[in-house]
């Protein structure tokens, strides 16, 4: 398996015991700088989309507005190699949130799984200090732990004194919120008022867990003031917790640079080949001088699972744009034998570039750390745009239950969006910890018991 030459030397990974003997120091390394680069954010001021135009997403994050706290805007990367502040920045963020949420104010979150006490006490104080707490998650991961029980019980118990329109509830649905089968895969967190911020939305790949935070990597990007975009965000909301089929086709709907789109998903192509079907591998760069010069579309992609037909499709194009000449590289935890054929083919150009993020801590041959992320970056020619920038992220595997599954997909088009990301897969791929080595008895283990601890959605 060979990495991709972006600004660094092609190379094969090797197993040799060389390598494996320089493994402890790698992983010190790499944890060291990966926590270096982990928080990626802007300062409130350019949250609200206004006329500041772009931003240097290598820029220090901000969390403090002038009159106040403010959540952390733009995307966050948490690291669970690296110091507890990188493990845990994206669930500080929303649980910041939640703390100074102000009387009066509404909070809604959809999570898959809820594992976190912390958080728990967070929404239970503020249900009790006068906010309006909706909460909804998937049935069949509500009795994992006590927290969902005790927060229902908490709202239940406060409602009692309270009209309908101030209670706070927790609540699952039967499958699917929006649609018919599936699961209600979302994750996503709204805040009508907290700090000094209003209009507060936040969506990307982590659940409400522990293992989010100590053993996945993750993304979770949060707009700050956009009140467009968050009005939107809470219709989505309002169709989960209603729990009826919704059938509203899928669209992007877009507010200026920012795009969300909602699955369950009902069109005959699936949304990450839809947009590599845009991608032309040449993109035509016009100089500040006023020449022309032709370079290669970049691809980067990262997502915990491709399988089926969708995994299948997304591996074809990916195949397809690497045999025309574009720079593509794909990260993730697990790929069936189906796309994993695919993107190993001998043909064309030979291998698509790919790289496994599973890491075994302890050498016992089961993994314990993973990517969970879901990102497509693109930089060059899109749709016929040159030298076009275009990322995707949100909850969504790219396999076939993600049809059917209450998913939010988000999509960027401004520049600086499109470096965070892009650094931040560079460095992953660059610096991900190598497996420990395997304990004696560990190679006989089959296939899927090596991810009995990973939980993938």
């Known amino acids: 398996m060979t990495r991709p030459c972006f600004g660094v030397v092609a190379q094969t990974r090797s197993r040799s015991r060389a390598a494996t003997r320089r493994g402890s120091v790698r992983r010190v390394v790499a944890a060291i700088s990966m926590a270096a680069i982990v928080v990626v954010g802007l300062p409130a001021a350019y949250a609200d989309g206004g006329a500041h135009g772009g931003h240097d997403a290598g820029a220090a994050p901000s969390g403090m507005a002038r009159h106040g706290w403010m959540p952390v805007a733009g995307p966050l990367f948490n690291d669970p190699k690296g110091s507890w502040a990188a493990q845990d920045n994206q669930m500080h963020n929303v649980i910041e949130s939640i703390a100074h949420a102000p009387r009066h104010s509404e909070i809604d979150i959809a999570t898959w799984s809820y594992f976190l006490g912390r958080a728990t006490d967070a929404l239970i104080a503020a249900a ?3 906010v309006v707490v909706h909460f909804v998650m998937a049935r069949g991961k509500s009795e994992v732990g006590s927290d969902f029980g005790r927060l229902r019980a908490a709202f239940r118990a406060r409602n009692a004194a309270h009209p309908r329109a101030k209670r706070s509830v927790a609540r699952t649905c039967a499958a699917t919120c929006r649609g018919t089968h599936g699961t209600m895969h979302t994750k996503m967190f709204l805040f009508s008022r907290t700090g ?8 990307g790949s982590p659940n409400v867990t522990t293992n989010a935070i100590r053993h996945q990597w993750n993304e979770l990007f949060t707009v700050v003031n956009r009140t467009k975009v968050y009005e939107y965000a809470k219709s989505v909301f309002h169709q989960l917790w209603r729990d009826r089929p919704h059938p509203q086709p899928f669209v992007v709907h877009w507010f200026g640079q920012v795009g969300l789109a909602p699955l ?14 845009k991608v032309s591998c040449r993109d035509t760069v016009t100089g500040s001088s006023g020449g022309r010069s032709v370079r290669r579309t970049r691809i980067q992609a990262a997502n915990a699972v491709l ?3 969708v995994g299948a499709s997304v591996a074809q194009h990916l195949r ?3 045999n025309r000449g574009c720079m593509v590289s794909l990260m993730y935890t697990r790929l069936d034998h189906v796309v994993h054929g695919i993107l190993e083919s001998p043909g064309g150009r030979g291998p698509v570039p790919i790289h496994p993020v599973h890491i075994d801590v302890n050498g016992d041959g089961i993994y314990d750390d993973y990517l969970h992320l879901k990102v497509l970056a693109i930089h060059g020619d899109i749709g016929n745009r040159p030298d076009a920038t275009l990322v995707m992220d949100g909850s969504a595997n790219w396999a076939n239950l993600s049809r059917s599954n209450d998913e939010m997909l988000g999509y960027f088009k401004r520049p600086w969006v499109y470096w965070a990301y892009s650094r931040w897969l560079d460095h992953m791929w660059q610096h991900a910890p190598w497996s420990a080595r395997l304990a004696p008895g560990a190679r006989t283990l089959p296939s899927r018991d090596r991810f009995a601890h990973v939980e993938l959605d």
């Open 264 to 277: 369950p998903y009902r069109g005959r192509i699936d949304w990450v080949s839809r947009q590599l079907d």
């Open 196 to 203: 000094a911020a209003k209009d507060v939305a936040m969506w």
């Open 307 to 309: 399988s089926g037909s």
């Open 320 to 322: 397809t744009l690497w």
């Open 128 to 130: 009790r200090r006068g």
